[in-house]
């Protein structure tokens, strides 16, 4: 059986093909029609695997565009794809810190990849992607740069974890001369601090996997580690948790019977 | 099916402000309200309307922010909004309005709200595990009392607060009953429809009639019941909802909770069984004073240090309505509530092992999807990922 996931994030979309247990996958950039973002990955991913939409037994799609996909048979959370990703890239892990473009979680599952609580980061941006950009552009980085320059470097105290103030935080930071490095270490320390703080509330896990874009940063990969008090594990798959997870999810609704999954 | 008689309710809070009026020309005096400590009894038995003033819309607020701070509740200003802009048919009724001192926000407000109606502010104890604390509110009943004799020019009469008594009780236990009738397997009513019936009650120019409409309604789901008719699907999670009051125009996280496959089937609120539950003791012999001052210090608010009761009012609920997971909603800066939060998740946890989720947010529509995201997954959790 063949299923696709579809993760239509606010800064990438992922969509991952299932096909027993061999499974591929792209990522792209969202822009700013996530449908469209959503027809492309799909297009591009069937291009990839040389087949045609009619031998897609089902589709499910995730991630805050998921309810702008006209294609998909169903739309599942991106936690309850995360949970279910997160187990099938490593088995025994019951917790998942996910952190996106625009939005930051952790998950508590069972350990076989159902979700047992949950919680995310407010309506703002803070501590998420778009806060690594955006401090990223105000020291003239870019985002991918960020890890290597702050290397080795000791962090500096970051008070703010707005968007908009530690902008300007980090902006008198360079004026008073502290250097680069340790600014965007200072960063890393705060991004993971705030998460691992919401981990705290929900209970420690024992195995845990690190999602989303920004878990492919090394320096709050580290960071992240040393506040959990644990190795927060990143595959090289792990942006993909979610499009696998919804991939997943899609072969276990199709092997339902036909009346109770309505798809 | 939907029961036919919620179309009065639906627009109840608009043909009501007509009959306000009305009342009014003929005479009658309105009293505004905007907590459920305020005793209903003693505005009947002076002989006026009592209306209720709790904010619950989101338009009136950029007006109220112009004066009071932006990082308030949203019921306080929504509540001030209204007053500010001459909006809410119920507060230009008012001729006397009872506040109470049941958080810091709200009752420095009052003192705002004075200047432009006649306000008076009922100090309630701090908790009631002191000795002192239920003649502290007696004594505060009799003030009011006092107060509303020289405003309304009345003389508030036993005989008729005992009767008022009576008429308060019996709206209670008519919304009781229609209430629990939602404990049935699937509901045969939907949370929305529940929460308009009661938020409607405060707008009630008569009491009797407005109960006597409830229990046609009640009449009405029990047939519904019977037939096993439910709005929700086979197996759709049933949810309690506690936490900071809820009304319409407010009702956002019910909609999304229902509109995402879930069936609200309580409200432990105080726009839900906290204004139901008790009742004032009709005993002849007693000092109605005294019987209703009892009653309303029985009511399980956040404001109370410690607020034990209202753990043991969730614990009760849990098992009567069997639900399948408890949503603690609570208003930005509410403080009283977000910190007793943890103390509810805990309980829930350790007692019941039920899923919990707790939400922040205001009356604004700027974080539905967000909103969404956070209910789907919870509903996700709760009914196995595949038949959300």
Redesign the interface.
């Known amino acids: 059986m063949i299923t696709v996931g579809i993760d239509v994030g606010s800064s990438t979309t992922k969509a991952v093909l299932l096909n027993g247990s061999d499974w591929c996958w792209v990522i792209r950039p969202t822009g700013c029609s996530p449908r469209q973002a959503g027809r492309e990955a799909l297009e591009e991913l069937l291009g990839r695997a040389g087949l045609k939409r009619e031998e897609v037994t089902c589709m499910v799609g995730t991630g805050y565009g998921r309810i702008s996909l006209p294609f998909i048979d169903k739309a599942v959370t991106e936690i309850t794809c995360h949970a279910r990703g997160a187990h099938h890239l490593l088995q025994g892990i019951d917790m998942v810190v996910d952190i996106g473009g625009q939005d930051s979680k952790v998950i508590l599952t069972d350990g076989q990849g159902n979700v047992v609580d949950f919680a995310m980061n407010d309506k703002c941006a803070a501590g998420t992607g778009r806060f690594l950009e955006v401090i990223a552009a105000a020291l003239g980085a870019d985002v991918s740069e960020l890890a290597d320059l702050a290397r080795g470097a000791e962090p500096v105290q970051i008070s703010s974890m707005c968007t908009v103030f530690a902008e300007s935080e980090v902006i008198s930071l360079l004026a008073q001369g502290v250097e680069k490095g340790r600014i965007i270490a200072g960063i890393h320390r705060a991004v993971a601090l705030r998460v691992a703080t919401m981990a705290e509330r929900l209970g420690k896990g024992e195995l845990i996997l690190f999602t989303g874009g920004v878990a492919k940063n090394e320096g709050v990969r580290e960071y992240l580690s040393r506040e959990l008090g644990r190795k927060a594990v990143v595959t090289p798959e792990s942006q993909l948790a979610g499009a696998l997870g919804a991939a997943l999810l899609a072969r276990e609704k199709a092997g339902l019977s036909r009346r109770e999954r309505g798809c | 099916m939907r029961p036919q008689i919620m179309k009065i309710f639906e627009n109840m809070r608009n043909d009501n402000a007509l009959s306000i009026q009305s009342a009014k020309k003929n005479g009658l005096k309105v009293v505004g309200m905007f907590c459920a400590y305020a005793p209903q009894e003693l505005v009947l038995a002076a002989g006026a309307i009592p209306v209720s003033l709790c904010g619950t819309r989101h338009e009136p607020i950029a007006a109220a922010e112009k004066v009071l701070p932006r990082n308030l509740c949203p019921l306080i200003k929504s509540s001030f909004g209204f007053a500010l802009t001459d909006t809410c048919p119920y507060f230009r009724a008012s001729d006397f309005i009872i506040a109470e001192t049941t958080c810091d926000g709200k009752k420095k407000m009052f003192e705002l709200l004075g200047e432009i109606k006649p306000v008076h502010v009922m100090h309630l104890p701090q908790g009631t595990d002191r000795n002192g604390a239920l003649q502290w509110w007696l004594e505060e009943l009799y003030l009011l009392k006092v107060r509303l004799e020289e405003n309304l020019g009345v003389t508030i009469s036993t005989d008729n607060l005992r009767s008022a008594i009576k008429v308060c009780n019996r709206e209670r236990k008519a919304l009781k009953e229609l209430h629990e009738l939602n404990r049935h397997d699937p509901a045969p009513m939907t949370g929305l429809d529940m929460l308009t019936t009661i938020f409607v009650k405060g707008f009630n120019v008569d009491k009797e009639e407005g109960t006597a409409l409830i229990n046609q309604l009640a009449e009405e789901v029990r047939d519904i019941a019977a037939r096993g008719i439910s709005p929700f699907a086979n197996g759709a999670p049933r949810i309690l909802l506690t936490g900071c009051p809820v009304g319409i125009g407010s009702e956002k996280v019910v909609r999304l909770l229902e509109e995402c496959g879930g069936s609200v089937v309580c409200f432990e609120s105080c726009s839900g069984i906290k204004v139901m539950e008790y009742l004032v003791d009709e005993d002849e012999h007693r000092d109605p004073m005294e019987a209703i001052a009892e009653r309303y210090l029985r009511i399980p608010c956040s404001c109370m240090s410690p607020n034990k009761g209202r753990l043991e009012l969730l614990g009760r609920l849990i098992d009567d309505y069997r639900v399948d997971g408890v949503v603690d909603l609570t208003w930005q800066a509410c403080h009283t509530y977000i910190v007793e939060d943890e103390l509810v998740r805990r309980y829930v946890r350790d007692n019941f092992g039920l899923?919990?989720l707790q939400l922040?947010t205001d009356y604004s529509t700027?974080?539905i999807?967000?909103l969404k995201?956070?209910i789907?997954?919870f509903l996700?959790?709760l009914s196995?990922?595949?038949?959300?």
């Open positions: 899923p919990y922040e700027s974080d999807e967000q995201t956070r789907s997954a996700e959790m196995g990922s595949c038949s959300s």
